[in-house]
């Protein structure tokens, strides 16, 4: 085409518009050529030649100079030890889960040093890394070892700058991330961690309404996720109130913060909730009337 002679009658602007459409496509074919040199799950982690193609990962990334590339190849790695770990039997996770998700980790920090100044690649590292920590999570037998530091702390670093250019996908994600770390604190039995877990919650249930309030600020559509935190409100009162008297007394300050945000939620919302039969003795008496007035 471009020793065409349509391309010769186009203005000079357009020829290099043209060029430049055909340079990112070869680049993006050229990326995604060298991510299909990475090796695929055929090995298992107490292989010695497991250990082998760790190694020539490594290598391959320490060769690869173009950041984009390095965060393609980084996010690539992470999603596979995440594969790795959800491949392997429950014996299996308890040898080689905490060395995977360490890697995973590492990876995926990696991939979100360079999405922080690199725009290609900002809304994929962010997308994925909350998808692999939604499937690491629904792995029973490794959500005791979910890497709830850097990963997540990362995750939503880098979700800020989605929020900023995106803010109803930032709603999405930061949902997302909420339900699932939730989901954990349903089933945490150690109480520290549960106390930990309820912050994160705390927080990723605070950035999920900030973005959707910026999205309808820009008149952009969020009425699904709005939906879906409302019925969360609803739910995280009942669940809340059958364990509040056994919580201790760290646990019991997050969960009235939470609680006073889905009680806001509740009366900010037209569709109304019935929680009639919801047993809610166990709260104080202040949040019962609270909750007794949101429902009126």
Not at 177 to 196: A, W
Request: charged share 30%.
């Amino acid at each position: 085409f471009l020793d065409s002679e349509e391309f010769e009658h186009l203005s000079e602007e357009e020829q290099d518009r043209i060029r430049e459409f055909f340079h990112q496509k070869r680049e993006e074919r050229e990326r995604l050529e060298r991510l299909e040199l990475l090796s695929d799950l055929t090995l298992r982690p107490d292989s010695f030649l497991y250990g082998l193609q760790r190694l020539l990962e490594n290598i391959d990334l320490f060769l690869t100079i173009d950041e984009t590339i390095r965060a393609e190849k980084n996010l690539t790695l992470a999603n596979k030890r995440v594969a790795e770990l959800l491949n392997l039997s429950p014996p299996e996770r308890t040898a080689f889960g905490q060395q995977l998700l360490a890697d995973f980790d590492q990876q995926s920090a990696a991939a979100f040093s360079i999405a922080e100044t690199n725009l290609i690649v900002q809304e994929r590292v962010a997308t994925e890394t909350v998808a692999n920590l939604v499937l690491i999570d629904s792995a029973s037998d490794a959500s005791s070892t979910v890497l709830t530091g850097a990963t997540y702390n990362e995750t939503l670093q880098a979700l800020q700058f989605i929020e900023v250019v995106n803010p109803s996908k930032a709603a999405e994600l930061y949902f997302r991330l909420s339900e699932s770390t939730l989901t954990k604190i349903e089933d945490e039995k150690n109480m520290q961690v549960f106390e930990q877990l309820l912050v994160e919650y705390q927080k990723t249930q605070l950035k999920t309404q900030e973005a959707i309030a910026k999205a309808n600020s820009r008149g952009e559509d969020i009425s699904l996720i709005e939906k879906e935190l409302v019925r969360r409100a609803a739910k995280n009162i009942e669940s809340f109130a059958k364990k509040f008297l056994n919580l201790s007394e760290n646990a019991r300050e997050s969960v009235q913060t939470i609680l006073d945000s889905s009680i806001v939620l509740l009366q900010e919302n037209d569709e109304g909730f019935s929680l009639e039969t919801a047993d809610l003795t166990g709260l104080p008496v202040s949040l019962q009337k609270k909750i007794a007035k949101a429902m009126s």
